[in-house]
Nanobody
Framework: QVQLVESGGGLVQPGGSLRLSCAAS????????MAWYRQAPGKQRELVAS???????NYDDSVKGRFTISRNNAENTMFLRMNSLKPEDTAVYYC???????????WGQGTQVTVSS
């Protein structure tokens, strides 16, 4: 059974920082492209950052220079370090695992990030 479990969300003031974690089980983690998505109320889910199985990273322009994605294949875990948070970063953040072989996607249940004073 595949599980992606996010943690680390919460309420933070503008300018603050958070570190999200995604713990994966039931997949050969190193073979999957991993990514963080987010969905704000009334908006579509959007890609925030990705870290492919061959170690390529990509960021949405809105988070470049503020967010850092990383992964630890030995521990089946992915992270998103978020600095200089803005109110517009408020959303539910989802962990995604994508198989380049099958094209299949797995999703976590999401973790809420709220940036507010």
């Amino acid at each position: 059974q595949v599980q992606l479990v996010e943690s680390g969300g919460g309420l933070v003031q503008p300018g603050g920082s958070l570190r999200l974690s995604c713990a994966a089980s039931g997949i050969i983690f190193s073979r999957y492209d991993m990514a963080w998505y987010r969905q704000a109320p009334g908006k579509q889910r959007e890609l925030v950052a990705s870290f492919t199985s061959n170690s390529r990273t990509n960021y949405d322009d809105s988070v470049k220079g503020r967010f850092t994605i990383s992964r630890n294949n030995a521990e089946n875990t992915m992270f998103l370090r978020m600095n200089s948070l803005k109110p517009e970063d408020t959303a539910v953040y989802y962990c995604n695992a994508h198989s380049g072989y099958s094209g299949f996607d797995y999703w976590g249940q999401g973790t809420q990030v709220t940036v507010s004073s």
